[in-house]
């Protein structure tokens, strides 16, 4: 448990660090625009730093899905039903994402 | 300013206020938004997806240094975060309909209520029967003592997380403070206990948001690459920090900041 953790923190994060230096190679002297105006759609590097965050929202996920299976294997009924429930309820908001967005990046 | 520029303060700041939050046990999180907002004039669900994106990540990395230490209950964390995945799917799900200048005010209320809370005195509790039937309570090693502790008033804990869970979603944050709130103060866990379970479910809360926010188009990846890599190298230092050093002066001078930020978000809510 330690070393997913860990091991899945560092993969997010080095993703994230990968798509940033190549977004900032690419686009670096661009003026950068976070206003509430449209933001322009930058592509080069955003592939990664999406995987990154989904790495990284997985994450808790994969958590749950193991402590469901340790909980079903000690016959742990109720903690099996609770953690399958909260695992349920994240593999919902994460497909409503991931439907969606996963390669693309902003279709208006 | 160029998007050079533009990373390099946001990785700057974020840097700052990862430390400052993990040096003071505080959190840096929860900061990160009024600076976004206020310093780089960031739009404010812009930067409510950045913030609940740096939120995870120092969640799951704080859990991977607490559970070796004991302190993280993680059969509370999953019976808690229950509570707090639902209310953060529906908080997640209302955040383009809640008004921006609401937005800004339950922002800076909930930055104020971070700045109540006082821990308890504690002392041995029993556990009530609803506890004890989900196997609530636990032991803590306090330097070398094991001592049993008891959890109490479950109902009304898991009612306070799934409205911590909603403003989770809502507003990008952890809602550690009120996740602790219901842990120490109305649950009866130890302190400690509760800040790192509280930590613990965190992560769960905020991954229950993050698929909503990539729906809802709050997620901007660009800008949270800096906010994510500041916040996270910021965390490590300061954690490491934190061991060694009294911080009280620290944490006051960090409350007043946030205090004043607080001010802040509540002054541009009721003037927009």
Redesign the interface.
Same mark, same amino acid.
């Given at each position: 448990?330690?070393y997913l #953790?860990?091991i +899945?923190?560092c993969v997010?994060?080095l993703l994230? !660090?990968l +798509?940033?230096i190549y977004?900032?190679i690419e686009?670096?002297?661009?003026?950068?625009r976070? +206003?509430?105006e449209n933001?322009e759609t930058?592509k080069e590097?955003?592939f990664f730093?999406?995987l990154?965050?989904i790495v !990284?929202?997985?994450?808790? #996920?994969i958590?749950?899905l193991l402590?469901f299976i340790i909980y079903a294997f000690k016959k742990d009924i !109720?903690?099996a039903a $609770?953690?399958f429930?909260?695992a349920a #309820? $994240?593999t919902?908001? #994460?497909?409503?994402?991931?439907g969606?967005?996963f390669f693309l990046?902003?279709p208006? | 300013m160029t998007n050079i520029e533009f990373s390099l303060i946001t990785f700057l700041g974020s840097l700052l206020a990862g430390g400052l939050g993990a040096m003071t046990g505080l959190g840096g999180g929860i900061v990160i938004t009024p600076l976004l907002v206020f310093l780089m004039g960031v739009d404010i669900r812009f930067a409510i997806g950045a913030s609940l994106v740096a939120v995870i990540a120092t969640s799951i990395g704080s859990t991977a240094i607490n559970i070796s230490s004991g302190f993280t209950n993680i059969r509370s964390g999953i019976f808690l975060a229950t509570a707090t995945t639902c209310g953060a799917i529906i908080g997640a799900f209302l955040i383009n309909d809640v008004p921006t200048s609401a937005l800004f005010i339950l922002f800076g209320l909930v930055l104020l209520i971070a700045l109540l809370h006082t821990p308890r005195k504690e002392k041995e509790v029993i556990s009530s029967k609803l506890a004890t039937f989900l196997e609530l309570d636990g032991t803590i090693d306090d330097n070398g003592v094991i001592v049993h502790y008891g959890v109490r008033r479950v109902a009304l804990g898991w009612f306070i997380m799934l409205i911590a869970g909603f403003f989770s979603g809502l507003l990008g944050i952890g809602s550690g403070a009120l996740n602790v709130l219901a842990m120490d103060s109305i649950m009866k866990y130890p302190f400690k206990m509760a800040t790192a379970t509280s930590n613990f479910i965190m992560g769960i809360t905020g991954a229950a948001s993050i698929g909503i926010y990539f729906y809802s188009d709050i997620i901007e990846p660009t800008l949270i690459m800096p906010v994510i890599l500041g916040v996270f190298l910021g965390a490590i230092v300061g954690a490491k920090i934190h061991a060694k050093i009294e911080a009280k002066n620290l944490r006051r001078l960090f409350s007043i900041l946030i205090f004043l930020m607080a001010l802040l978000m509540i002054y541009r809510g009721i003037r927009s």
């Amino acid at each position: 448990m330690k070393y997913l #953790l860990r091991i +899945g923190v560092c993969v997010a994060a080095l993703l994230i !660090l990968l +798509g940033g230096i190549y977004f900032l190679i690419e686009n670096g002297t661009a003026p950068a625009r976070y +206003g509430s105006e449209n933001v322009e759609t930058q592509k080069e590097g955003i592939f990664f730093i999406n995987l990154g965050i989904i790495v !990284l929202s997985c994450i808790p #996920l994969i958590c749950m899905l193991l402590a469901f299976i340790i909980y079903a294997f000690k016959k742990d009924i !109720l903690y099996a039903a $609770l953690s399958f429930v909260v695992a349920a #309820l $994240l593999t919902y908001s #994460l497909m409503i994402g991931f439907g969606i967005h996963f390669f693309l990046s902003s279709p208006k | 300013m160029t998007n050079i520029e533009f990373s390099l303060i946001t990785f700057l700041g974020s840097l700052l206020a990862g430390g400052l939050g993990a040096m003071t046990g505080l959190g840096g999180g929860i900061v990160i938004t009024p600076l976004l907002v206020f310093l780089m004039g960031v739009d404010i669900r812009f930067a409510i997806g950045a913030s609940l994106v740096a939120v995870i990540a120092t969640s799951i990395g704080s859990t991977a240094i607490n559970i070796s230490s004991g302190f993280t209950n993680i059969r509370s964390g999953i019976f808690l975060a229950t509570a707090t995945t639902c209310g953060a799917i529906i908080g997640a799900f209302l955040i383009n309909d809640v008004p921006t200048s609401a937005l800004f005010i339950l922002f800076g209320l909930v930055l104020l209520i971070a700045l109540l809370h006082t821990p308890r005195k504690e002392k041995e509790v029993i556990s009530s029967k609803l506890a004890t039937f989900l196997e609530l309570d636990g032991t803590i090693d306090d330097n070398g003592v094991i001592v049993h502790y008891g959890v109490r008033r479950v109902a009304l804990g898991w009612f306070i997380m799934l409205i911590a869970g909603f403003f989770s979603g809502l507003l990008g944050i952890g809602s550690g403070a009120l996740n602790v709130l219901a842990m120490d103060s109305i649950m009866k866990y130890p302190f400690k206990m509760a800040t790192a379970t509280s930590n613990f479910i965190m992560g769960i809360t905020g991954a229950a948001s993050i698929g909503i926010y990539f729906y809802s188009d709050i997620i901007e990846p660009t800008l949270i690459m800096p906010v994510i890599l500041g916040v996270f190298l910021g965390a490590i230092v300061g954690a490491k920090i934190h061991a060694k050093i009294e911080a009280k002066n620290l944490r006051r001078l960090f409350s007043i900041l946030i205090f004043l930020m607080a001010l802040l978000m509540i002054y541009r809510g009721i003037r927009s």
